[in-house]
C-alpha cells in the first residue's frame, strides 16, 4: 500500500491531485469509523476505485537500466545547465 501512497505524493498534479482523492477518502471513513486500517483502504478505493481484487504491487516498478539512465541524465542536463548560467 504505501507504493499507492508515493506514486500519489510524487505524481499530485492537475487534473487527478491524487494526494487530495487519497486524503478525501480518508477523511471520509474517519467520521464513520475509528479503526485506522479501514481509513487507510478507503484511501486505497478513493484512489483505485472499488474493485474485487486490489494488486498492490501495480504501482512496484522494478528497477531497470533504463530508469537511471533517464534519471542520471536528467541530473546532468540540470547541473550543466545551472553551471553556464
Known amino acids: 500500500m504505501d507504493s499507492i ?3 500519489a505524493a510524487q505524481y499530485d498534479y492537475p487534473p ?3 494526494v487530495s482523492i487519497v486524503c478525501g477518502g480518508i477523511n471520509k471513513a474517519s467520521a ?3 479503526d485506522i486500517l479501514d481509513r487507510i483502504f478507503a484511501g486505497v478505493v478513493a484512489y483505485m476505485g472499488n474493485r474485487s481484487c486490489y494488486d498492490m504491487n ?3 516498478y ?3 537500466v ?3 539512465r533517464w534519471q542520471v541524465n536528467n541530473f546532468a542536463t540540470i ?3 545551472k553551471s553556464l548560467t
Request: glycine letters at 0%; hydrophobic letters at 30%.
Open 58 to 60: 501495480e504501482f512496484n
Open 32 to 34: 464513520a469509523r475509528t
Open 16 to 18: 487527478e491531485f491524487p
Open 62 to 64: 522494478p528497477d531497470t
Open 79 to 81: 547541473f550543466l545547465n
Open 66 to 68: 533504463y530508469e537511471w
Open 5 to 7: 501512497y508515493c506514486e
